[in-house]
């Protein structure tokens, strides 16, 4: 039954997790799956692929919204709660991430995007992108691949919100330097 989470399959799942030598990575996916089924099967077809097109739009005036340094859009665009964290690994708020956009310390003159995966999970999707980027920022040029992560709640009015985004650069093939984290 849809919304509904088999209890006997977690009963047999999380004891097998503790005893087995299985990467606690792996238990946690298994656990993720058994939780996530129930609310990817609540959401009907005709609704899911709906909701999928105005994702898709969202995405598209983002995209936009980035090139043009349009504000207002972007403003449109993201929750009050909005939370980013560039590819430094730096957080902004929303109203840091439209200062940045209207100050002209983010300039945006490619943004070309692909490999876009679309998943919903109730009132929530996540997309998955790769992006080919040319920007100016604070730091100086930043050209290349990045892929990123969108997390679009819908509000209490029904209008899909950006409420998080995560941005990470791709690497090149070839020999990497390894950074060991203490």
Known sequence: MPG???VSLIRVLMPACRRSRAPWAICAALALAVFAIPFASA???GQRHESRHDIDQLEDEWRDALL???TKVMDSL???DYMGIT???TLQSRDETLQSLSSGNLHFTLLDVSDRKVRFYGATAVVTSLANIQATTPDGKVIGNY???HVYVRNAEGDWKIVSF???RV???GPHKRTELH
């Open 171 to 173: 690497r090149e093939p």
């Open 166 to 168: 995560e941005a990470s």
């Open 147 to 149: 892929r990123y992560t």
């Open 4 to 6: 509904t989470v088999n």
């Open 68 to 70: 043009s340094s349009n």
């Open 43 to 45: 959401m009907p077809m």
């Open 78 to 80: 993201l929750a009050v």
């Open 87 to 89: 590819a430094s690994g």
